[in-house]
T-cell receptor, first 115, second 109 residues
Framework: KAGVTQTPRYLIKTRGQQVTLSCSPISGHRSVSWYQQTPGQGLQFLFE???????NKGNFPGRFSGRQFSNSRSEMNVSTLELGDSALYLC??????????????FGQGTRLTVV | GQQVMQIPQYQHVQEGEDFTTYCNSSTTLSNIQWYKQRPGGHPVFLIQ?????EVKKQKRLTFQFGEAKKNSSLHITATQTTDVGTYFC?????????FGGGTRVLVKP
C-alpha cells in the first residue's frame, strides 16, 4: 500500500510569508499528527487530527494551524514566517483502534527554509 | 501532561561494543514504541511493547518494557556502522502518543 505522502519536499520562503504543507495519510488511517524537527533535535509535537477534529495540540504559537479533510488528508499552515521556523516538518499517520494506538508511519517530510 | 524522557541524548560507541538507551515516562503507558531515524531520513517504526515486563528481540536489538509500564530500554549488542541514527521511544497513553527526545548514536569504526 502507498505510504504517507508529504508535499512539497522542499520549500524556501521569505520572512513574513505564509506557507501550507500537505500530508496524505495511508489509506484507512484517520489519525494524522504533525511534528517539527530542527537539526539535531527531537520531534516537537505540533498537533494531531482525528476524523477532521483537532484532538491534541502541542505548545506552538497560534501562527501554526492545521486542518483535516473528510478523506483524512491534512494540511498545516504557518503564517507570518520567522527564521526560526526553518525545520523539517514531518507528518505521521496511524490507525487508532479503541484505546490502542498502532505504529505511526512517517512521511519523508517537508524541509522548510525561511530566509 | 505526559512526559517521556530518554537518556543518554548522545551515545558514542566503538564498533563491536554494546550500549543501552533508556526511556522513562511520567505516567503509566498502555504501550511503548521504538523508532529509528537514519541521518537525512524520517523515523521508521521498529517495535511495539504492550505487556508489563515484555522483552522482544530483533537480531542484535533487545527491547524491554518495565514492570510498571513506565520505562523501557533498547539494548544493542555488537554495534555496527549501520546502527548509526537517532532512536526514539514513544509512549502511548489514552489517545496520546508522546515521543522522547531521542538518543543519537554515533559509531566509531
Amino acid at each position: 500500500k502507498a505510504g504517507v505522502t508529504q508535499t512539497p519536499r522542499y520549500l524556501i520562503k521569505t520572512r513574513g510569508q505564509q506557507v501550507t504543507l500537505s500530508c496524505s495519510p495511508i489509506s484507512g488511517h484517520r489519525s494524522v499528527s504533525w511534528y517539527q524537527q530542527t537539526p539535531g533535535q527531537g520531534l516537537q509535537f505540533l498537533f494531531e487530527y482525528f476524523s477532521e477534529t483537532q484532538r491534541n495540540k502541542g505548545n506552538f504559537p497560534g501562527r501554526f494551524s492545521g486542518r483535516q479533510f473528510s478523506n483524512s488528508r491534512s494540511e498545516m499552515n504557518v503564517s507570518t514566517l520567522e527564521l526560526g521556523d526553518s525545520a523539517l516538518y514531518l507528518c505521521a499517520s496511524s490507525l487508532v483502534t479503541g484505546a490502542q494506538r498502532t505504529e505511526a508511519f512517517f512521511g519523508q517530510g517537508t524541509r522548510l527554509t525561511v530566509v | 501532561g505526559q512526559q517521556v524522557m530518554q537518556i543518554p541524548q548522545y551515545q558514542h560507541v566503538q564498533e563491536g561494543e554494546d550500549f543501552t538507551t533508556y526511556c522513562n515516562s511520567s505516567t503509566t503507558l498502555s504501550n511503548i514504541q521504538w523508532y529509528k531515524q537514519r541521518p537525512g531520513g524520517h523515523p521508521v517504526f521498529l517495535i511495539q511493547l504492550v505487556k508489563s515486563g515484555e522483552v522482544k528481540k530483533q537480531k542484535r536489538l533487545t527491547f524491554q518494557f518495565g514492570e510498571a509500564k513506565k520505562n523501557s530500554s533498547l539494548h544493542i549488542t555488537a554495534t555496527q556502522t549501520t546502527d548509526v541514527g537517532t532512536y526514539f521511544c514513544a509512549g502511548s497513553a489514552g489517545n496520546k502518543l508522546t515521543f522522547g527526545g531521542g538518543t543519537r548514536v554515533l559509531v566509531k569504526p
